[in-house]
């Protein structure tokens, strides 16, 4: 998030082009981290915590806060883009993540 949060503060400035690949590297490499890392354990939680008499409403809870939660995410972002602007949207997240 700080290469994409860089890079989008450089093509502001005017830096030139490249600054779209490097964008782009930095969103797929996100999200590529993010799979292979934090993405699926909440689906693994419900396995490894709860008996087998309970699991399926737990993997139910855990899977419907986890779509709540990305839900409030995708929807704040462009609120927060608006009243931080394009170039400083991410950098809660980098404050958060660090």
Known sequence: LALLTASLLAKEAGFGAWTVQITLA????FVVSFAI??????WQIANEIFPL???AEAQCLIASLCEIFSASVALGFPVLQQSLGA????????????
């Open 26 to 29: 930095a969103v797929i490499g």
């Open 37 to 42: 890392s934090l993405g699926p354990i909440p």
């Open 53 to 55: 008499r309970c699991r």
């Open 87 to 98: 170039t400083l949207a991410f950098t809660p997240s980098i404050v958060v993540l660090a």
